[in-house]
C-alpha cells in the first residue's frame, strides 16, 4: 500500500528556519519523482519544489528559490524539504505527492496528475 506520511511542520518567526520529512512506503523512492506542494487558507495548491529520480534534478518555485533546499534519501525512502529565511507568505499547509508514472521534474506542478499524497503538515510564519 502506498503511503507518504509529512511531518516537521510548526510555528515559526519569520527568519527561521523548518524542515520537513515526507516519509514513504509502499514504493522505491529511488525511481520517482516526488513533488513538495503547499495550500494556503483560500488559495489553490501550488506545487513549490520537485526532486527527480531520472537524473537527480531538482526544481524550485519562484518564490521560494534560494529559501528552500529539497533532498533525498533513498536507503530511508525519505525525500526533506530545508526552509530557510521563512516568510508570512510561506504559511501553508504542505503537502508530498508521488505519482507512479513520473520520474523528471518538467512541468510537475500540475496537482490533479498525482495519485497519492500525504496528509500535509501545517506550516505557520509568524511573529
Known amino acids: 500500500q502506498v503511503q507518504l506520511v509529512e511531518s516537521g511542520g510548526g510555528l515559526v518567526q519569520p527568519g527561521g528556519s523548518l524542515r520537513l520529512a515526507c516519509v514513504l512506503s509502499?514504493?522505491?523512492?529511488?525511481?520517482?519523482?516526488i513533488v513538495w506542494f503547499r495550500q494556503a487558507p483560500g488559495k489553490e495548491r501550488e506545487g513549490v519544489s520537485c526532486?527527480?529520480?531520472?537524473?537527480?534534478?531538482?526544481d524550485y518555485t519562484d518564490s521560494v528559490k534560494g529559501r528552500f533546499t529539497i533532498s533525498r534519501d533513498n536507503a530511508k525512502n525519505t525525500v526533506y524539504l530545508q526552509m530557510n529565511s521563512l516568510k508570512p507568505e510561506d504559511t501553508a499547509v504542505y503537502y508530498c505527492?508521488?505519482?507512479?508514472?513520473?520520474?523528471?521534474?518538467?512541468?510537475?506542478?500540475?496537482?490533479?496528475?498525482?495519485?497519492?499524497w500525504g496528509q500535509g503538515t501545517q506550516v505557520t510564519v509568524s511573529s
Open positions: 505527492a508521488a505519482n507512479l508514472m513520473r520520474t523528471h521534474c518538467i512541468g510537475s506542478y500540475y496537482p490533479p496528475e498525482y495519485d497519492y
Open positions: 526532486t527527480a529520480s531520472s537524473d537527480g534534478s531538482t
Open positions: 509502499g514504493f522505491a523512492l529511488d525511481y520517482y519523482a
